[in-house]
T-cell receptor
């Protein structure tokens, strides 16, 4: 089955700096890669996703890049703000509505 | 806008007791998923339904776990003879099930503590 590895497990940045979180996956059949943000005591919330026919996608301060050859994808957050502090999860699946395999999460802390 | 709704949000139970969680998906979403999340880990897939049919079950779903979606709308997840290892957050999610351009939306989760 699919295996998703996520790094780093914790990340602290100064407000206004950029944050990068990286994930690798094992199943070459995976073609859908969402990123979720989870705040304490709440369920995961989708922040951005990318499909395998696209190499990069951007939404305001958030961007995701995908390298299918190397089987890795990354989340980039620019101009970080304290409210970006949360746990971020990457995930992979063989389709947008198929089951997701999650990484182990990254605790992002944005220091004011 | 009504998202995925889960009830109860928190449940404390004694080992050996049965517990049941309910999930109401987003209206008209025909796919419904159950995941389990323990502290410091990402959610792990348990099972999913397309309408009322349970199409896939993870090996994590032992015989003590049963999920139903009788009318293709809300779903229940029952855990029988709970064990301390069942303590976790149980997440429900739904999607419209379209082949392309679709998102899985999660609820706020149901926390289970087995004492």
């Amino acid at each position: 089955g699919e295996n998703v590895e996520q790094h780093p497990s914790t990340l602290s940045v100064q407000e206004g700096d950029s944050a990068v979180i990286k994930c690798t996956y094992s199943d070459s059949a995976s073609n859908y890669f969402p990123w979720y943000k989870q705040e304490l005591g709440k369920g995961p919330q989708l922040i951005i996703d990318i499909r395998s026919n696209v190499g990069e996608k951007k939404d305001q301060r958030i961007a995701v890049t995908l390298n299918k050859t190397a089987k890795h994808f990354s989340l980039h957050i620019t101009e970080t703000q304290p409210e970006d502090s949360a746990v971020y999860f990457c995930a992979a699946s063989t389709g947008p509505a198929r089951q997701l395999t999650f990484g182990s999460g990254t605790q992002l802390t944005v220091l004011p | 806008d009504t998202g995925v709704s889960q009830d109860p949000r928190h449940k404390i139970t004694k080992r050996g007791q049965n517990v049941t969680f309910r999930c109401d998906p987003i209206s008209e979403h025909n796919r419904l998923y159950w995941y389990r999340q323990t502290l410091g880990q990402g959610p792990e897939f348990l099972t999913y339904f397309q309408n009322e049919a349970q199409l896939e079950k993870s090996r994590l779903l032992s015989d003590r776990f049963s999920a139903e979606r009788p009318k293709g709308s809300f779903s229940t997840l029952e855990i029988q003879r709970t064990e301390q290892g069942d303590s976790a957050m149980y997440l429900c999610a739904s999607s419209s099930g379209q082949i392309s351009g679709n998102t899985i939306y999660f609820g706020e989760g149901s926390w289970l503590t087995v004492v």
